[in-house]
């Protein structure tokens, strides 16, 4: 029997929002977004509706992926290594043909890299990359682009590292194919959401605050749908785990959502026409007949059979998810739905940038001094060749004494450039370090963006740390981008 709706008002007492959120529960908005106008709003499930343990999911990974690699042939000493998990973050680039981890800037210019666990200095770096364009979706290189992804990273450069120092040969391009096979192998067979499944609460967080978030926007009369890639069966142990019993009214978890579809092969989901099929008894098939109906499994599926299912234009649909190409670039290049990301590092990005916010104001002050300094050398430059032009290099007199006066001066000014600069990469330096040791911040590189923020600057909507947040707004929220204004309109 599907299951019932029930009737539930929205108690009065709570639905003031608190008068000042901090940032890092804060909404942050590129695209005004009128929740008011999303009749429906979907959620993918793994690191969105279900947040899990980044620490304690990269070790399950490494250790299943490492012991898949010894049974291929590779060492057994792998075992033993240490493989530190504070090392990757979203957005790196593997170069499979160096060996090599990559941070770029929205250019897509290398700006930070490691070979292994050792940092590569500017010269290798501008060997090896400063003089092609990087084509990172091609044969060579790898993007990383998911916190699943974090666990290959870590391998990876924790085995290169050791090929190194024992001075040992390695394939770079064979060992990362290897290490994707594994991982994949630990997926597929079951290793892993085993795991995962047998200690929810050493895996997964679960936030207090999620069940009132998804109640208040269905007493706002909102559609609320699960648009997964994972199976049923993890994905209702999952959801059972976070939302079964946490509200008096919801008797499960199925109560909060009008449609659930799993194994929904995103992207292909955004580009294919895979058949909406929907789950019968002991797990059998048939194809989806619409409506959707509240209480029942659908499978597989794609954008144009859910959208006319769901009945709505895109526009009037929001999608809540955490990978930037599988649920955020492809639903926006493909689809017309709007976009809510879920960034779940933003809430350290944010408290580091709060932490620096002395030194950032240091060092655009010592970036308006560089400024002023290069104006005036060019000035006195200038000076220098026009004197040398009207009485020639050896001038005497006055014009001889002005040139020596010009040559102490522009010294002068080339020793402060030299201090000044020297003072801002330090500093520089320093700041990237409070937000990450190895990669500094996960959304900027050097004041620019990097190419993981460039990401999500163009393609969310809006971008949050995590689900509840939404509980601090109102259902009907206007979320309205700072106006953005151009170099030239400043
Ligand atoms: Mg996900």
């Known amino acids: 029997m599907p299951a019932q709706q029930l009737e539930l008002p929205w108690p009065t007492k709570a639905a003031a929002p608190p008068a000042v959120i901090r940032p890092a529960r804060r909404v942050f908005v590129n ?21 899990y343990h980044q620490e304690a999911m990269d070790r399950l990974s490494i250790d299943a992926t490492v012991k898949k690699l010894v049974q291929r042939g590779y060492p057994e000493w792998l075992l033993s290594l240490d493989y530190p998990l504070d090392f990757p973050i979203r957005g790196l680039l593997i170069d499979k043909s160096h060996g090599n981890v990559l941070k770029m800037n929205r250019f897509k210019l290398v700006r930070k890299g490691y070979h292994g666990l050792r940092e590569l200095d500017r010269a290798e770096l501008r060997a090896l990359y400063y003089d092609r364009k990087i084509q990172h979706k091609t044969q060579r290189f790898h993007w990383i682009d998911t916190l699943y992804g974090l666990s290959e990273v870590c391998t990876y450069a924790a085995i ?13 391009d064979t060992l990362f194919a290897d290490i994707r096979v594994c991982i994949d192998e630990a ?3 079951g290793t ?5 499944t047998n200690d929810l609460p050493r895996f997964i967080t679960r936030d207090a605050d999620l069940a009132t978030s998804l109640h208040k926007l269905r007493s706002a009369g909102k559609k609320l749908f699960v648009l997964t890639n994972s199976r049923w069966a993890y994905t209702k142990t999952l959801l059972a785990y976070l939302l079964d019993g946490q509200l008096p009214d919801y008797p499960s978890f199925q109560h909060y959502f009008d449609a659930l579809i799993v194994a929904a092969k995103k992207p292909a989901f955004f580009q294919e026409k895979n058949p909406l099929m929907e789950q019968g008894e002991h797990g059998s098939l048939r194809p989806a007949m619409p409506p959707l109906e509240r209480g029942r499994v659908y499978e597989g599926g794609n954008l144009a059979e859910l959208q006319a299912a769901l009945g709505v234009p895109g526009q009037e649909v929001l999608y809540v998810g955490d990978h930037i190409y599988g649920d955020i670039l492809r639903s926006k290049k493909d689809s017309t739905w709007r976009t809510a990301m879920i960034i779940q590092e933003l809430e350290a990005e944010i408290g580091a940038h709060e932490g620096c916010r002395g030194e950032l104001d240091a060092m655009l002050e010592l970036y308006d001094r560089r400024d002023e300094l290069e104006d005036a050398l060019r000035h006195h430059q200038a000076r220098t060749k026009e004197l040398v032009k009207q009485h020639g290099p050896d001038a005497g007199g006055h014009a001889g004494q002005d040139l020596a006066r010009l040559k102490r001066v522009i010294a002068s000014v080339r020793r402060e450039l030299r201090e000044t600069e020297s003072a801002a990469a330090d500093l520089r330096r320093d700041v990237d370090v409070r937000f990450h040791r190895y990669w500094g911040p ?5 004041g620019e963006l990097s190419l993981f923020g460039a990401q999500v600057d163009e393609y969310a909507c809006v971008y949050t740390s995590r689900v509840s947040n939404l509980l601090r707004y109102s259902p009907h929220q206007y979320f309205r981008s700072p106006h953005n204004r151009m170099h030239h309109e400043l």
């Open 31 to 51: 695209r005004d977004l009128k929740l008011a106008r999303c009749e429906w709003i979907g959620f993918d499930m793994d690191y969105t509706l279900a947040i």
């Open 442 to 446: 996960l959304l900027k590189e050097g």
């Open 187 to 189: 997926h597929r067979d």
């Open 192 to 196: 892993v959401a085993h795991a995962v």
């Open 160 to 172: 290169v590292d050791a090929y190194s120092a024992r001075k040992q040969r390695l394939s770079y």
